[in-house]
């Protein structure tokens, strides 16, 4: 990094080791640091870490002699991270919490608060990095890469984020970390939800969404099992069913359709060739978002359809601002309400959530 002094940046401080030799690093290259505690909102009956990450937080702060600062989101982040969830559960789609959590909570409005005390940059320990040009990459380390959960970026709002630990490996990380003897050197990485950390889902939705047991169908529509309701299920997963009727050769059963209004699911066997009978090459993208380049017809991508998964050859036609589609090389089950982030190599475009 070059030295960058009179440039004011406010670091969000989880308490972790990522966002610690983050502001670690600002600090030498020359900036004006702050760290910003981030509070979410905490369900009563869950047990969270949140006291003790402000607290490791604090501790980072004082031992690099920067200002520290608790900013309070937690209406952000119940109306936009958890209300939403819920709600996406409850009509039969499959969200991604921890994309809402960067789009209206870390680069929604702590970048939009940061600006407004006239800061220059806001800066996380994700794993991502900018392009001189200003576009978004993958992070250096693919193994830790968070470039997927970053795709509803605007280049306005990027030019004002920095990404200090982007190109680094997460041993360098923990390596420099030791090194300036940072307290949070040998804290283990989060797990689970944006702030709330380990989760289970159908625990957390079932104090919102009561249970309700149904059936489960195979491709003729005969009931050969039951399960604990159909929203608290997804696309091409083998569990969270029980199955009664067994077959001769007892192979896996998949979740292959959902039926919310009725609360059915259907399940399958895998083909012979290791696929299942609903997969497809094509799908809807709604709400789309292209960070600095919009996909040319014609051209082929590559597109991830979760976190840290297999990048799958592809095209992309454009509908209209906020529609798009997209074809895939091969064949596969993709649950309404996933998000599908497409690159042109390590360069993140942007995405968007299939219908």
Known sequence: ???????????????????????????????????????????????????????????VAVSLEIPFITLDLEKEYKKEVVDYMVSEYRSGGTPNPDIMCNKYVKFGAFLDWSLKQNVDYVATGHYAQKD????????????????????????????????????????????????????????????????????????????????????????????????????FLTLGVRHGFTVTEKTPDDKPYYIITRDVENNTVTVSHKETDGSLSTEKKEYSLSSINW??????????????????????????????????????????????????VVYDGDKCLGGGIVS
Not at 19 to 40: E, H, N, P, R
Not at 317 to 330: C, M, W
Not at 335 to 340: D, E, L, N, T, Y
Request: proline residues 3%; glycine residues 10%; hydrophobic residues 40%.
């Open 1 to 59: 990094m070059i030295n960058q002094s009179r440039k004011k940046v406010f670091i969000g401080l989880s308490g972790g080791v990522d966002s610690s030799v983050s502001a670690l690093l600002l600090k030498k290259a020359g900036y004006d640091v702050t760290g910003v505690f981030i509070k979410g909102w905490y369900p009563d009956w869950m047990k969270c870490s949140w006291r003790d990450d402000r607290l490791d937080a604090m501790r």
């Open 132 to 231: 001189f040009d200003g576009s978004l990459l993958a992070g250096h380390d693919i193994s830790k890469d968070q470039s997927y959960f970053l795709w509803t970026l605007r280049p306005d709002q990027l030019k004002h984020i920095l990404f200090p630990i982007g190109g680094m490996q997460k041993i360098e990380v923990r390596s420099i970390a030791k090194k300036h003897n940072l307290s949070t050197a040998e804290k283990s990485d989060s797990q689970g939800v944006c702030f709330m950390g380990q989760v289970d889902i159908e625990e957390f939705l079932s104090h919102y969404i009561e249970k309700k047991r149904g059936d489960v169908l195979d491709e003729s529509g005969k009931v050969i099992g039951y399960h604990d309701g159909a929203i």
């Open 291 to 340: 960070i600095d380049s919009i996909p040319v017809s014609g051209k082929k991508y590559q597109a991830r359809v979760r976190h840290l998964g297999e990048l799958l050859s592809c095209m992309v036609e454009i509908v209209s601002n906020t529609e798009a589609e997209i074809g895939f090389d091969i064949p596969l089950i993709i649950a309404p309400g996933q998000s599908v």
